[in-house]
């Protein structure tokens, strides 16, 4: 037995919600008879039917991955025309939703399924699912940044930590950080960032939970391994560094005049001054004592007559 509105959902017709109201404006049956919110049917038995028509036996599941392009919409339709992700889906025999979304300008890896149960798992915060980023900055970036991201900003709907903060390389005057989150709110890296008064230039997923984004090219989709849908359902994760850790990067002074960074300029000190000649003495004294140790043993020794 399953719930109805799950099965409409599995059928690929209607989200949960869209199937209740379906059924709540009578257009759904089951065997003849209107339905009912709650209710359950079996498949195999019961003949339902949505407006008439009757709904087929659950489709096949669908586990797809796309890299998402910038500039383009997760939603099904736009009112302005712009493009969306489900144009570049390709013919499918059921309908798909995406799992989460990314923003119009964020690019990377976007899942699609017509799996509900996973999509739930997924996307619930309790489900503590990396997500990992690929974050382009204006500017070189401090050390007390990528603390301050770890240990957390205060946003409009509440605290946000990153698990990991890692810089990667830098792009001439700009730098590429890595951040992987737990969770997938609305613009969160972005909002971070702006908390802590840095500009995103370009912001790229590269992974979600232990599925990785890889060569694949923009704009394309591809099916997910059986090993790959296997890790999402049982919430298996490519093993990373410990959470909560920052990996800092060795700069030289040299290198941070160079990008503008303001460099305190070494000072000796009087401590410092009386230890280095303290260490000088105590070397003289002894390569003094050692000369001396020499001479009176050569002159120990029995000379030789000729």
Same mark, same amino acid.
């Given at each position: ?162 698990? +990991?903060? /890692?810089? @990667?390389?830098?792009?001439? =005057?700009? *730098?590429?950080?890595? $951040?992987?989150?737990?969770?997938? &709110? ?49 919430? +298996?994760? /490519?093993? @990373?560094?410990?959470?909560? =850790?920052? *990996?800092?990067?060795? $700069?030289?002074?040299?290198?941070? &005049? ?49």
């Amino acid at each position: 037995m399953i719930r109805l509105n799950k099965f409409i959902a599995d059928a690929g017709l209607a989200s949960r919600r869209h199937a209740e109201e379906l059924i709540n404006e009578g257009r759904v049956t089951v065997n003849g008879v209107a339905a009912t919110i709650g209710q359950s049917v079996d498949p195999d038995k019961d003949r339902i039917m949505i407006d008439g028509t009757g709904i087929r036996k659950m489709p096949k599941k669908i586990y797809l991955i796309m890299n998402k392009p910038k500039e383009v919409l997760c939603t099904a339709a736009d009112a302005k025309g712009r493009r969306t992700v489900y144009e570049l889906l390709p013919e499918l025999p059921s309908r798909v939703h995406s799992v989460g979304r990314l923003d119009f300008m964020s690019e990377g890896l976007l899942l699609f399924t017509n799996d509900g149960d996973l999509t739930r798992k997924l996307t619930h915060p309790s489900g503590g699912f990396e997500r990992e980023y690929e974050v382009k900055l204006q500017g070189p970036v401090r050390d007390w940044v990528l603390g301050k991201l770890v240990s957390g900003v205060s946003l409009d709907d509440g605290m946000a930590r990153a698990l +990991r903060v /890692t810089r @990667l390389r830098m792009a001439q =005057t700009n *730098e590429w950080l890595s $951040v992987t989150l737990a969770e997938g &709110r609305y613009r969160e890296v972005r909002r971070m960032f702006e908390a802590v008064c840095y500009n995103v230039l370009k912001l790229r997923r590269v992974r979600f939970g232990a599925v990785q984004l890889g060569d694949l090219p923009i704009g394309a989709v591809r099916e997910l391994t059986e090993e790959e849908v296997m890790a999402l359902q049982t919430g +298996r994760a /490519t093993p @990373l560094p410990r959470p909560g =850790t920052v *990996e800092k990067r060795r $700069v030289s002074e040299q290198k941070k &005049r160079g990008m503008g960074w303001a460099v305190a300029r070494e000072k000796t000190t009087r401590g410092s001054v009386r230890k280095s000649s303290r260490k000088t003495t105590v070397t003289q004294a002894s390569e003094a004592r050692r000369s001396a140790s020499e001479r009176a043993s050569r002159a120990s020794k029995p000379r030789q007559k000729v």
